[in-house]
T-cell receptor, first 113, second 116 residues
Framework: AQSVAQPEDQVNVAEGNPLTVKCTYSVSGNPYLFWYVQYPNRGLQFLLKYITGDNLVKGSYGFEAEFNKSQTSFHLKKPSALVSDSALYFCAVRVYNTDKLIFGTGTRLQVFP | ETGVTQTPRHLVMGMTNKKSLKCEQHLGHNAMYWYKQSAKKPLELMFVYSLEERVENNSVPSRFSPECPNSSHLFLHLHTLQPEDSALYLC???????????????FGPGTRLTVL
């Protein structure tokens, strides 16, 4: 079965420090992986995706994610966190041979001034 | 978020009411989705429409009835709901590739539904 795991319910980081939000996956076939962010009372906003090619994917708002096939991980990273990055982050994987996405349970990122 | 719009943004209804949620996408996509987001649970895919044809119904109770009159509009008709149906209902759209697409799903802001 295909699945996504976000092992941390919450990540706390000081402003200016690097941040990492973890995601691991289990898929059949090639993994198509996505990160979305959700601000309070808003829908999900697309951040970045991995389809193929370079393992380091750059996305919106200075975020990037590293695809690691051997560890089946797709961790979201940012070199220097901002207070405005505080939000709920979702990792998702596309179900093989469909257009359906399976989402993780989300990780709340809290950036402190 | 202006690519996918949803109305209303908030809805309070009784268990005997009938209401509808509306979604409109302005991105030229041909696939649309309904998701349910409840507290402390993963997003649940409810329905998928591709080229106005329903291609997925994820064991959703019949009190939820989707309608897709054209590729830009998607409705979710609600009747005799239960309090546990209270949630954020999200609409999304993408360019359907019949399973071969690498395209991204873009989400609307959601409708916050409260069932009393």
């Amino acid at each position: 079965a295909q699945s996504v795991a976000q092992p941390e319910d919450q990540v706390n980081v000081a402003e200016g420090n690097p941040l990492t939000v973890k995601c691991t996956y289990s898929v059949s076939g090639n993994p198509y992986l996505f990160w979305y962010v959700q601000y309070p009372n808003r829908g999900l906003q697309f951040l970045l995706k991995y389809i193929t090619g370079d393992n380091l994917v750059k996305g919106s708002y200075g975020f990037e994610a590293e695809f690691n096939k051997s560890q089946t991980s797709f961790h979201l990273k940012k070199p220097s966190a901002l207070v405005s990055d505080s939000a709920l982050y979702f990792c998702a994987v596309r179900v093989y041979n469909t257009d359906k996405l399976i989402f993780g349970t989300g990780t709340r990122l809290q950036v402190f001034p | 978020e202006t690519g996918v719009t949803q109305t209303p943004r908030h809805l309070v209804m009784g268990m005997t009411n009938k209401k509808s949620l509306k979604c409109e996408q302005h991105l030229g996509h041909n696939a649309m989705y309904w998701y349910k987001q409840s507290a402390k649970k993963p997003l649940e895919l409810m329905f998928v429409y591709s080229l106005e044809e329903r291609v997925e119904n994820n064991s959703v109770p019949s009190r939820f009835s989707p309608e897709c009159p054209n590729s830009s509009h998607l409705f979710l008709h609600l009747h005799t709901l239960q309090p546990e149906d209270s949630a954020l209902y999200l609409c999304a759209s993408s360019q359907d590739g019949r399973g071969r697409s690498t395209d991204t799903q873009y989400f609307g802001p959601g409708t916050r539904l409260t069932v009393l």
